[in-house]
């Protein structure tokens, strides 16, 4: 073992970086003054959020008759009688026109102010775009905006988010996803950054910063909320909301430090996993909520619970034996503020009432409440809780579009291109086929219009499939259709009569190549789980029958997870994977595949060849074994499809004169690392670079590599230039059993493309 030489306890990592939101005394003030003001039922009541159908017309608490309007009586028992404090989600699961939303929230406010006029906080899931407002720019989503590695479209995309969402008069968004998401059982990888830490860290933060900007009050930007705390994606069934286990090093090396990066840059909400780490459901563990969030990070803004989660302590994981313990024990670890989402006069009484029996002190309600207000004065909610349509005039504008189509151009990821066949030549004949390839809603996938997106192609029949943005390019002469392989709203997929696979195949007869577009439908949450990873048998049927025909195939994949593709990848001539990219990405396919647009996308997961080797790419030592011993296989290889990092481009880059600024360092000290990246081919092209670290001895096994750097540049045919990263200590160290970051001594590797260097830590 190596003698440890650095220790670097956790909490002092925090003072590298820039100072947490801002303490604003003036704000403190008034906060503690409305407090002191406060009955026990309107601090409480501060503490509820309800969906918005619980207050409209409707036959129960669950829907809303349509056109959707606030029921007064409802709204008064909510709001004025409970003094609730903050509304989530939209009515009947579906987008509204601004000025619905406008109406709407005029309406809460108005109701909702009380004797104290205090704002009521409205908060909604603006996950790729504005979800839930008609006509908002769709952007890809998160899993594709990891892929484009550009710090700025990212920073750009939750800008325009921000300005749109403020826009339908709605201050609050539960985006950024932070989870480390190295599973691509789990339905929502596809919201995520993808698996690996650095990479969500780097890009989470761009997305606080676009949404939050330098003030939350300006009228043109929203407060995040970090999701979901800690560790949700990582449950061993890989299905949503079931148990996780994962050991207090791991949540610390891989998880957590995505969120410790979005709160340093001052986010000023986070809401809880939903599932159970270690036995313990998150939303009951003071450890996880007090002990490492509150005093450890020194995280100062708002806790909100995910859906009915206090409920779900006692009606899902029985830590608590009926709604009242639940709610004693979710208060008690750390929530500030519940969702409930539907029967509130439960919450407020029995919350009350623990006060009153001295199970909840008052004081944590104080803490609770605090936290609650300050972020409505911050948000400048006190004085304009709703700003006016007409200060919005670049919502859906042409320059948003822009940005969402150059985020989908460079999130499309080249992962294979037998003999140059891409890009296409003018007037090639064309198959367009398969289940993905005229549905604007497998572009977009879930929290689009509405929760599981299927309400998509309601509101997105403007934009361009795959196959209208095709045909545009192609010219309708050189473009036939046919589906091949339909999907079924219950969530299968089957041959419908003449749009089947035969006549796939009789069509591809008369074309020059095959555009075929697989993948899967939009889903969320558990609607989304999955018990087999391989891409439905129907669509496997349809690619091998058509790579059968001898012509050449490009597959576009279109899916929120890699579903598996090794029966038939060896036969397609070329591989894109789009992800979700939102209204702009069959356009942006389109220009990929007629040479107008570049490639530039690098996968943000491994993609696997096979359902048993999961393994992500910075997997230990022990995880890659080929051949033991004699004759027996061990079958272990370390063998995804494609690689973390992978994207090919139309150019080709050399990479040379790796150089690092010393041979042998100090802990404590920086090494400075360059490289020269020439486009050596005759295209403009975008080029990723990125920086890999090895620890090559160490007291845990290390991990075979770990992004610690990239940069994305952009090179015409002959430049060249040199990209630098500095690395120092926390990127030399590892999360020990004792919780500890440290650093050991010994030999470690840089790796930038095909080159190595290697270097010591004394
Ligand atoms: C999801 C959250 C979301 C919340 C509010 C939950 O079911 O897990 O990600 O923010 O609903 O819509």
Redesign the pocket.
Known sequence: MKKILVTIPFIALSLYSAAQQKINPVIDQKVKTLLSKMTLEEKVGQMAQITMDVITNGKDRFSSYEPVALNQQQLEHALVKYKVGSV??TANNRARTREVWHQIINKIQETGKGRLNIPVLYGI?AIHGTTYTADATMFPQQIGQAATRNRTLVYKGAEITAYETRASAIPWN?SPVLDLAPDPRFPRQWETFGEDTYLISELGLQMVKGFEGDNIADPYRVASCL??FLGYQVSVSGKDRTPAYIPDHVLRDYHLPPFKAAIEAGAHSI?IN?GIVNGVPVHANYNLLTKLLREELGFKGLIVT??ADIENLYARDRVAKDHKEAIMLAINAGIDMS?IAYDYERFCDNLIALVKEGKVKESRINDAVTNILTLKYKLGLFEKAVHSLKQYPKFASKEFEQAAYQTAAESITLLKNTNNQLPLKKGVKLLVTGPNANSMRTLNGGWTYSWQGEKVEEFAAKYNTILEAVTLKAGKENVSFVEGVTYKMDGKYYEEFENGIESAIEKAKNVDAIILCLGENSYT?SPGNLSDLYISDLQTQLALKLAATGKPVILVLNEGRPRLISKFEAQMTGVLQTYLPGNFGGDALADILFGEVNPSGKLPYNYPRYPNSLVGYNHKPAENRTVMEGVYNYDAEYNPQYEFGFGLSYTNFKYENLKLSAEKISANQELTVSIEITNSGNREGKEVVELYLSDLYASLTPDSKRLRGFEKINLKPGEKQTVTFKLNKNDFSFTHLDNKAVVEPGEFSVKIGSLSKNFFIE
């Open positions: 989530l989600n899931d539960f999701k979901h809401m939903s995910d859906w969702m949450e």
